[in-house]
């Protein structure tokens, strides 16, 4: 028996029962890759593939397929990393876009976008007894981390709870080390944000 390699397995298990739990919002696989490597030292990390925008539903699937497998195959010992899919509900982030299909990629349709799925992220997180929540968002260039966290900020204030935890991932090489990851894993790195709006400005140039 090696009582050094049981010691260490020991002293890591009772060091992640002690960890908080948060539940971490994911657009997708490469998204979590920074953002699962910078917390899953100090919380128990379950990432929530919540992200009724994306279409179409065979490029939702793929993601969401692509993150999961990112979470079964990612062994360290200090994480304890788990998957959960939310509902996925299309003419939710229609209704919640509407009169906003025309904007811009980063303008009002995309903070509607941003609070639809944070809003439920809270919701879920708030009723499985999660310490806090967050998201995986703010890794990308395109998207404004300020306006994501106070969306989430303002959410953790209204509903008492759980906490949000503020984020920019992008921030010290971020983005770039998703990429490396992303090559690690060999995920699938799609083309254009998610909604359909996205997807025919990508078409488009
Ligand atoms: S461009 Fe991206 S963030 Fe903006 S509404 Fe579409 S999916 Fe959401």
């Given at each position: 028996m ?6 260490y ?9 002690f ?6 919002h ?10 699962l ?16 925008n ?23 010992p ?31 349709r995309c903070?509607?976008c ?24 703010t890794?990308?260039?395109?998207k404004n ?15 008492g ?12 090489n ?32």
């Open positions: 090696n009582f050094n390699q049981n010691l397995i020991c002293i890591t298990t009772a060091m992640s029962n960890k908080e739990k948060l539940l971490l994911a657009c997708c696989g490469p998204c979590s890759t920074t953002a490597e910078r917390l899953f030292e100090q919380y128990r990390v379950t990432v929530f593939y919540y992200n009724p994306i279409a179409p539903q065979e490029e939702y699937i793929h993601r969401k397929e692509e993150a999961k497998r990112l979470v079964n195959e990612w062994h360290e200090s994480n304890d990393l788990s998957f959960a899919e939310g509902n996925y509900t299309p003419e939710v982030f229609y209704e919640a876009v509407k009169g906003l299909e025309n904007e811009p990629e980063g303008g009002a903070l509607k941003f609070e639809l799925r944070l809003r439920e992220t809270a919701r879920i997180a708030r009723e499985r007894g999660f310490d806090a929540f967050c998201t995986t968002l890794v990308s260039p395109h981390a300020q306006a994501i966290n106070d969306i989430g900020t303002l959410i953790e204030k209204e509903a709870g759980p906490v949000y935890l503020p984020s920019n991932f992008k921030k010290q971020g983005y770039k080390r998703s990429i490396e990851l992303s090559g690690r894993f060999n995920l699938y790195r799609q083309h254009y944000c998610g909604c359909l709006f996205s997807k025919n400005t990508c078409n488009k140039k």
